[in-house]
């Protein structure tokens, strides 16, 4: 288990700490089983209606953006890995707030 949290917001900073959890996986264990996507945001909490472009860009940039890039370095090293990926799982988390309008969120 090599799980990380973040706590920056630099995104050279989190890309950098990405592929070093990924290299170390690689060296420590010889290959990438799997990798879990967990990053959500609703940022700023308003109605929608009073958000601005930049508030949705931030958002839509951590919670899809993101889980991308991180997907496809996960993936570059599942491939890496002896079995080149066969069996590799990606698992992505995502919220109730996905499923389910918010109160005040209109």
């Known amino acids: 288990h090599l799980g990380h949290s973040f ?3 630099r995104s050279s900073d989190l890309f950098q700490l990405l592929r070093l959890s990924l290299q170390a996986a690689l060296s420590r264990y010889g290959r990438v089983d799997a990798a879990v996507l967990n990053a959500g945001i609703l940022s700023p909490v308003k109605p929608w209606l009073d958000s601005s472009a930049a508030d949705v860009n931030r958002m839509c940039g951590i919670n899809i953006t993101g889980s991308w890039i991180t997907a496809k370095h996960a993936v570059k090293a ?13 698992v992505f988390v995502s919220s109730v707030a996905s499923l389910y309008g918010q109160p005040g969120m209109r």
């Open 78 to 90: 599942m491939l890496a890995s002896p079995e080149q990926g066969r069996g590799g799982s990606l």
């Open 7 to 9: 706590p920056t917001r």
